[in-house]
């Protein structure tokens, strides 16, 4: 089993249109911020995931290790009506986690320890809505905006066209980590905030981000544009494989 398993199960909650099961309380809300209803309900979904790996090696065999979720999101219902945007909500995650580590030796015998955690995480989300002027891209997932090489300069667009304002203060590039959720009854886009531990995970990079030299990264919270190249995209050369997300500036998600 990967070790980096356990730390995602410790550290978020799946999306919440997984596989879900359980009932649902009413709970006290958890905090938003700007709201027009300060007594917005929340809702607690439940459900369990198990998620087991055998190894074999040498000296021992097999290995099973077994790793039991359980997760409670406490999330708005209805979602929240924001007086101005971009607005923030933050969810609470409870995670329930037990690994159950079972060895079988070569003569027959067998041990089993268990580890038991339990961490309560929030999860923030920074809502917006689209303009006039900015028309959001739509359907984009991490890893589908593709580089090209045009180094003939056809079909390239000028780096300046989409840069935002943010980033070029700060003498770096704009680029795409992968679309915001969209809400389409309330015409809004939901972009996760990550904790920089979270990078590690495509599934949370969300929105639009600055990049550039020195490996530095801001994460703006702000849904992708139409004409966004991708991370690490120079236009009409490719991409930087240079770069990587290591020095991170401006906001994070509190611990």
Sequence with gaps: M????????????VS?????????????????????EAATKTRTKIWSTTESSVTFNQWIYPH???LYTTKTVTSFEPRP????????????????????????????RTTTSTTAYVATVPETWVVSKPTAAAKPLTGTRPGSLACKENKDGSS????????????QAAGLKTGCQGQCVR???DD?????????????YPELRMGRACWGAGL?????????????????????????????????????ARD
């Design 81 to 108: 009506t924001f007086t101005s945007y971009p607005g923030t909500v933050i969810q609470t995650v409870i995670s329930h986690v037990r690994l159950e580590d079972r060895y079988t030796y070569s003569d027959g």
């Design 16 to 36: 919440v249109a997984g596989a879900a099961a359980g009932a649902a309380a009413e709970i006290p809300p958890a905090a938003a911020s700007p709201l027009a």
């Design 188 to 200: 809004e886009w939901w972009c996760y905030m990550m904790h920089q531990r979270d990078y590690v």
């Design 2 to 13: 990967k070790s980096n398993n356990l730390a995602f199960y410790l550290a978020h909650a």
């Design 216 to 252: 530095r990264f801001r994460q703006l919270n702000v849904p992708c544009l139409e004409g966004d190249l991708g991370m690490g995209c120079v236009a009409c050369e490719g991409l930087d494989y240079t770069w990587g997300a290591v020095n991170w500036e401006g906001p994070e």
């Design 183 to 185: 809400h389409e009854e």
């Design 64 to 66: 099973k290790a077994t």
């Design 156 to 167: 390239c667009h000028s780096p300046a066209q989409n840069e935002d304002p943010i980033c």
